[in-house]
């Protein structure tokens, strides 16, 4: 038995409520491979997760995604080695740590262009982006999409792959530093969310026209308006809620702003089994090679660090994706 350092919550609450531990940690079992971590990706999920709006039973690790190496494997895994570099996005929480059993089948190997940091900031987010813009809604050239939070982690992800597939994209940011961040990942214009008529801010960015499909994680201070920028049988999509939970929609409400459609949908069901998680995660780096997804890290904390960088987040002070180094 050897030993690894992870982030552990006793209570849900404030940033504080996270403390690194030193635990045991048994040797991969059946099916299991053992990963020195090497980079951690932040999610906004974590905080949700972390301030108990996503209950965990305690005591609870946190986090989604890390990329490292493979040091040892257990009984029935056939398909890694040590050494291989690999990342996962969806093994159940516990990624802030230092070392970790992962089930194989979460795996997915890294190709040489894709740094462990990289991957460590781009596979949940990257995996969120690639089933919304070909699943949820096939974005076409020449669609008109309205992203929120173009600045952020998964926004600007979605912003350059969607502009990539020749989309027109108009993002919106919480505050104007944040507009350069979402130009550069492609928008034609970027909206300021405190712009008190926001929506008639979005119409005259696009000369009247509403969006085919609006992408909205922000929820609670957006959604309602959300509908309002959508054109007639266009797509809402409410993929979070940064902001707070959002309201309860009435369907008449869908009837009289234009027979919208609205969903909710989750990374998880997109990349349940490990041949769809593959064949996606596959996508996401041929976009990437292709240059249709950059990396954008706006800030690295060590994993001892962990309360800082959640405070940053909550902030909302950081632009682009957050990495912890174990
Ligand atoms: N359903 C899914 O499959 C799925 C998967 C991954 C992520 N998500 C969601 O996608 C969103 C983005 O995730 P991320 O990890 O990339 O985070 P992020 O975009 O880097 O951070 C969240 C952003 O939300 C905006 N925001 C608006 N109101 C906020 C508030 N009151 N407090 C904090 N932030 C607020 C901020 O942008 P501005 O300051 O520019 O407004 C902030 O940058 C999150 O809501 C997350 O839950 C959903």
């Not at 995996?127 to 020449?142: D, E, I, P, S």
């Not at 119409?203 to 994680?217: I, S, W």
């Not at 405070?311 to 990495?323: M, N």
Request: hydrophobic letters at 45%.
């Amino acid at each position: 038995m050897s030993t690894h350092r992870r982030v552990v919550i006793t209570e849900f609450g404030p940033p504080q409520v996270m403390t690194l531990q030193s635990e045991p940690l048994p040797a991969p079992g059946t099916g299991e491979v053992c990963l020195r971590q090497t980079a951690i990706g932040f999610n906004f999920i974590d905080v949700y997760q972390r301030r108990g709006a996503y209950p965990l039973d305690r005591p609870t690790g946190l986090g989604f995604e890390a990329a490292g190496v493979v040091e040892a494997v257990g009984p029935e895994v056939t398909d890694f080695n040590p050494g291989d570099r690999v990342a996962y996005m969806n093994a159940g929480v516990g990624a802030y740590a230092d070392r970790r059993n992962v089930p194989a089948g979460k795996l997915v190997r890294l190709p040489d262009e894709v740094s462990d940091e990289a991957a460590a900031s781009l596979l949940f987010k990257g995996m969120t982006a690639q089933y919304l813009l070909r699943k949820t809604h096939a974005v076409q050239a020449g669609d008109l999409l309205l992203v929120h939070s173009a600045a952020g982690g998964v926004g600007q992800i979605l912003t350059r792959w969607a502009t990539a597939l020749g989309a027109k994209v108009i993002g919106t940011t919480g505050s104007p530093q944040k507009r350069d961040a979402a130009l550069t990942a492609g928008c034609a214009a970027v909206v300021d969310l405190n712009h008190p008529d926001w929506p008639n801010a979005f119409l005259e960015a696009t000369g009247g026209a509403k969006a085919r499909v609006v992408y909205d994680a922000v929820g609670k201070d957006t959604l309602l308006k959300s509908l309002d920028c959508a054109a007639p049988f266009g797509l809402v999509v409410s993929y979070g809620a940064a902001s707070g939970p959002s309201p309860a929609i009435d369907p008449e409400l869908l009837n009289k702003k234009g027979c919208l459609f609205l969903t909710r949908p989750s990374v998880f069901p997109h990349n349940a089994d490990p041949a769809t998680f593959r064949a996606n995660a596959a996508d996401l780096f041929d976009a990437i090679g292709r240059g249709h997804v950059a990396v954008d890290i706006g800030a690295r904390f060590p994993l001892d660090r962990v309360v800082e960088a959640h405070e940053a987040a909550e902030a909302r002070a950081v632009t682009g994706a957050i990495v912890l180094v174990p």
